[in-house]
DNA sequence: TCCTCAGATCGAACTTCTTCGATATGTTCC
DNA sequence: GGAACATATCGAAGAAGTTCGATCTGAGGA
């Protein structure tokens, strides 16, 4: 359940609690600055578009965890150049990763990145 | 912990699990519908602009947990339209409540809001 | 080497968002 | 009722996002 660095962009801000008792969520707690805010913005605005919650789910629940572009262009019913630009926007976000094998570039969520951003928003109290 | 509907949209999404075992976060356990998708989305593009962010952050973080619009427009450095303008888009997501009080205008962070929507994207097995 | 296929990037049209000044609404006080 | 104040709404300008067809890149196979 714990947290490693990797590329998104919110590492620093899900580090564990501050010396001020943990009583609720980092967002909740303490105004946050502006860096913090666009840091945690751009994340939420690549989640911010009904194509790019549908493409993370589809991807998230596909067998092995992983998808290619062929797989997703069907199911959102958008063009192969619009699914692709929404990918890059979501990994650019960091929450998925894209590793190529052969012909095609496979899609997985980055561990821990959903459970970084959730337990920004979530009074985990304690 | 559990959920009470309210104004939020995405409500009906947080329910407490199908019949599907539950492993993880409703978003990485199967493909979200286009309806679920769009509804999430909403919430997610109010969280997707820096502004907001902080309105939303300094509101849950002020002196008994609400704010009146001439407390934000300093802090932000924006126009009095425009912090009305974004407090609005926060109260449309379901994450801000707004309450007339005299001659002010008092939000507050709409309670449970942000659990539900971080316990949505958090794996909490079990 | 050349062809094929998966995917990324480009360029353009269209839509949506952000922001402001001006103005409308609504509340309090005289 | 009228003045003063807090906030909401309107209209417009500029910025950013969505989407597509066309094209480029890069890998695998004949």
């Given at each position: ?65 992983e ?28 929450l998925?990763?894209r ?28």
């Open positions: 359940m714990c947290v490693m660095a990797t590329t998104l962009t919110l590492t620093d801000v899900s580090r564990p609690a501050p010396e001020s008792g943990a009583c609720c969520a980092p967002l909740v707690r303490e105004a946050a600055d502006p860096q913090t805010a666009a840091d945690l913005a751009r994340v939420f605005k690549a989640l911010g578009d009904p194509t790019r919650v549908r493409l993370l789910s589809i991807v998230a629940a596909h067998d092995g965890g998808a290619c572009v062929c797989d997703l262009t069907e199911p959102v019913g958008l063009s192969q150049p619009t699914v692709s630009h929404h990918l890059k926007l979501l990994v650019d976000a960091g998925l990763a590793e190529q094998r052969g012909k095609w570039a496979y899609y997985s969520v980055v561990p821990g990145a959903l459970n970084r951003l959730g337990a920004l928003l979530t009074e985990a109290a304690g």
